[in-house]
């Protein structure tokens, strides 16, 4: 029995050592679990920030990049945080054209160097050292074992892609004429070419495109990747043969437009200032909301209308083919310069409602008769009767109760595309390959 005094404590001690380190092992691994979590959520937010800059505009995209994910990176913090995210300046961040690279860091590249300009892909690798351990450490008492301070990797790779929202009209909005939310913005352009109210027809990507262009994105999704604040829209002017791709966004098909090429709204619905137009008429700030209501119902275009000519869908074909097509972006644009140099800087998105058809007239106006219902069918010339007595001349002639109003085609000002809880908003959700929308950053890695 001797010889088995001190058996006890010795036991004791390796199982004691053994439970410490099991514990340790528990609690420190639990430890870098959670500081791995804090770290990957500061590298993709990173990569998130720094593909927000890559769209080929700038030619110092990559320190503008670089500058906007550095920032957000060092807002996290790691270890229960308790510890700001540390970055470094020379490799924190690189960029490629393709996911598979060569990648580069922002001083590989000259500003300015074409290369630059193709970067699409931001890649945020963030490193954590010295992190403790509590428990862990008491296995160092074994011989060989040596656990010290430990270190933490992250990595996320991201880029611009379509998001699931809305694109863009082919018109540019005059910032002379934004008077607030609800307002009605009034143009486009008369047979001679002058703007003659508030926003016109414009090329979102000159110069090149044109007519053809500007149809497209009527048929189409719109414009989809668009071009940044600051960057040029125009070539501004008379569009003669856009009035059936337009239509076609309220279920009226003419021509060689046809609904298996240019999918329409959920709603026809239209809306005038026509006082006279029975359910027409809507004022200033109060369509929005019943064409939201009228897309519950599917309400098709309720005609009416001389000058608007072609097949009308019904409500069940807007219901099986109709979408989100009359909700649109446009830029907002100093017009005074518009018209003296064809083109203006975009200075900020616009979210309209499209509120009815165009006659079918070679400006894309309207003009309709106050206190009758005659409309003009040609900008230029045109013929129209209305009940009442009295002489009204413009550049058609009526018959009619009052006088001949200016042209007239309305969109219906929603406010900033960008403010919270615009129709037109980005919920920042990224799309499938096939979607369509403004551009925003998507993790790929």
Known sequence: ???????????????????????????????????????????DACALAAAQSLSGSDGKQLQISEAAGLTTAQRHKVLFQSRTVATQTDH?????????????????????????????????????DNIPTWLIQVLNVLPG??????????????????????????VAVCNANLTGKGSWL????????????SF??????PPQGGAAELAANLTGAGQCQLPPTGSPVGQAGNVTSLANEYNSRFGIYQ???????????????????????????KSAGNAYADFISKR????????????????????????????????????????????????????????????HPILNNASGNSQLV?????????????????????????????????TVATPRMYLEYLGSANAAGSPCASGGLPGGGTSSGPLVAALVR
């Open 370 to 402: 106050a206190g009758g219902t005659a409309t003009t069918a040609s900008s230029t010339q045109g013929n129209g009767n209305a009940k009442g007595n009295g002489n009204g001349n413009g550049n058609g002639n009526g018959n009619g109760g009052g």
């Open 186 to 197: 009034e143009g486009a352009v008369n047979a001679s070419g002058a703007l003659t109210g």
């Open 296 to 355: 519950t119902s599917n309400a098709a275009y309720q005609g009416g209308n001389p000058d608007v000519r072609g097949s009308v869908l019904g409500s069940s074909s807007l219901a099986a083919q109709g979408g989100d097509r009359r909700i649109m972006i446009a830029p907002v644009v100093d017009c005074t310069a518009y018209q003296k140099s064809q083109t203006a800087p975009v200075q900020q998105w616009a979210c309209v409602l499209l509120l």
């Open 1 to 43: 029995m001797r010889e088995q005094q001190g058996a006890v404590a010795i036991i004791f001690a390796i199982v004691i050592t053994a439970m410490i380190g099991i514990a340790g092992l528990a609690l420190d691994l639990g430890q870098l679990y959670v500081a791995k979590a804090e770290l990957q959520n500061a590298a």
């Open 255 to 281: 021509g060689n437009v046809r609904a298996a090429d240019a999918q329409p709204d959920r709603t026809g619905f239209a809306y005038t200032d026509n006082t006279s137009g029975g359910n027409w008429s």
């Open 92 to 128: 924190s961040i690189d960029f490629a054209a393709n996911i598979n690279g060569p990648w580069y860091h922002s001083s590989d590249l000259a500003v300015g160097n074409a290369t630059v300009l193709t970067m699409r892909y931001a890649r945020c690798g963030l490193v954590q």
């Open 200 to 205: 016109m027809w414009a090329d979102l990507s």
């Open 145 to 170: 074992v040596n656990i010290g301070a430990q270190s933490m990797s992250a990595s996320a790779v991201a880029r611009l892609q379509p998001s699931q929202t809305t694109c863009a009209m082919p």
